[in-house]
């Protein structure tokens, strides 16, 4: 006997269609009045008047040929939030915060490559997952699609054929950070040995094109004094070279397009100065950036509160927001946004709607609450494989976690808990990969079995991250 989903049913063009659940838990696509020609478009069968799809790759993509608003769009400088999910399980919870909340753009589809490889993913697996979460959901408006941290152009080839649209470029590997202290001497030398002929520039052009120019900011004018052009250049140089190419490659791809500048995982904050300059340079080279996403001030780890004093912050907040708006506009990403409760009123606030917020680790890590409250035994067994394998799974991550501060045999009771405490909680929330690996298919069934109870722990917890953006 199946179940429907009853949000899920929609009618467009004369057709009905709705999602099904078997009593074994496997999912179906039903369609009925619907002509021929739509038809043939998916693979299944006819059945009692109705025709019946497997959840399948191929059906996905009909499915948002039939159902256009399930196709990746461009949002341009619209408000959005991505709701990035590990597990490919969790969109219809998301999509019931953003219909509660309303007013934000959804990207469900939002996963690096980096991330989809310890997932054991593809970005196909990406797009499908989110289509078939938003359809089982009922969410019938426009939703995007970002490939993030992009540094490949294999990668990006990848992303683009499966049908991303938003496009995070990320060259931070490339920044130069000493540059960010080193002395006078130390920077002319590095300045002087600088190649920028990649993007048509060198360092004394660039001086020469901006040192004691001023951007009129709204808090009064920011002056580009030469010192500080020659760090940006160095620091940033190398950095605009290869997200040149990164773009260059995209915009080559011949696909819908728009393009997020991130260089946010780094040591050390972006200076307003490398802001200008770097967006300008972009401008020169004729990139129209949709947003940007500096290093903030403070520390941005993994499923916890910022670290770090609010006042700079917001400060911090306001004048990238106002070089955004005196430049562009365009907007400003927060990244690693997830569980950073009491910034977002100051984010909202400095970027007036012209912003886009990326979580990613969050869901995983608050699904694991279902998993502690069903079988506590799986979350022990993951913590302790996370805590062996953590020195490789926080690679590329800032975490602060201490693991002395773990208890050494927890128990069953202990599980919920876990999920929350700072250190246990960035153990977990970076041993996915890992843990997926060994134990994907328990979690997966454990969740699949309490569907509701995680769309409900999705919804309740996405919410706290949108509403501050729309009060």
């Keep these: 006997m199946s179940t429907a989903y009853p949000d899920s049913r929609v009618e467009h063009e004369g057709a009905t269609f709705w999602l099904e659940k078997d009593a074994d838990g496997t999912k179906e696509l039903v369609i009925e009045g619907a002509e021929a020609d739509v038809l043939e478009t998916f693979e299944g069968s006819a059945d009692a008047g109705a025709f019946r799809a497997p959840v399948t790759p191929d059906n996905a993509k009909a499915l948002r040929a039939a159902l256009p608003w399930l196709t990746p769009q461009l949002f341009g400088l619209e408000m959005t939030a991505g709701t990035g999910d590990r597990l490919g399980l969790c969109t219809p919870g998301h999509v019931l915060a953003f219909k509660e909340v309303g007013t934000i753009n959804p990207v469900f589809a939002q996963q690096s490559t980096r991330e989809m490889g310890r997932c054991g993913r593809t970005p196909r697996n990406v797009i499908d997952d989110a289509t078939w979460g938003a359809f089982q959901a009922g969410w019938t408006g426009p939703v995007g699609a970002d490939a993030d941290h992009q540094k490949t152009e ?38 002087e040995s600088l190649d920028l002929s990649a993007v048509d520039t060198s360092v004394e052009d660039l001086v020469k094109r901006y040192a004691g120019t001023t951007v009129e900011l709204e808090s009064g004018p920011l002056v580009l004094d030469e010192a500080e052009v020659v760090r ?220 509701d109870e995680l769309y409900e722990v999705m919804r309740t917890h996405f919410i706290r991250h949108l509403e501050p953006y729309v009060r």
């Design 154 to 191: 294999e990668s990006l080839t990848a992303c683009a054929e499966a049908g991303f649209v938003f496009f995070t470029v990320d060259p931070g590997d490339e920044m130069d950070m000493a540059a960010h202290d080193d002395d006078e001497a130390t920077l002319r030398s590095k300045a």
């Design 232 to 451: 940006a250049a160095v620091k940033a140089g190398p950095a605009l070279t290869r997200g040149m190419e990164l773009i260059t490659h995209v915009k080559g791809l011949d696909v819908p397009h728009e393009f997020e500048f991130a260089i946010d995982e780094t040591d050390k904050p972006t200076t307003y100065v490398e802001h200008v300059v770097l967006v300008m340079e972009l401008q020169r080279l004729g990139v129209e950036l949709v947003s940007f996403a500096p290093r903030w001030v403070g520390q941005f780890e993994k499923g916890v509160e910022y670290i770090g004093p609010l006042d700079k912050l917001k400060e911090n907040f306001d004048k990238h927001a106002e070089i955004a708006r005196a430049l562009g506009p365009y907007k400003l990403s927060l990244h690693s946004g997830s569980d950073k409760f009491s910034i977002y009123p100051l984010f909202a606030e400095a970027t007036a709607g012209a912003s886009h917020m990326k979580t990613a680790g969050t869901s995983w890590v608050e699904a694991l609450r279902v998993i502690a409250r069903h079988d506590p035994n799986l979350l022990l067994e993951m913590l302790q494989l996370s805590l062996e394998s953590l020195e490789e799974n926080r690679h590329s991550y800032h975490l602060s976690c201490d693991v002395t501060k773990i208890p050494s045999n927890p128990k069953r009771e202990d599980a919920d808990e876990l999920v929350t405490a700072l250190d246990s909680r960035q153990v977990l929330h970076v041993g996915y990969g890992a843990t997926l690996e060994k134990y994907g298919d328990e979690i997966k069934d454990v969740l699949r079995a309490h569907e």
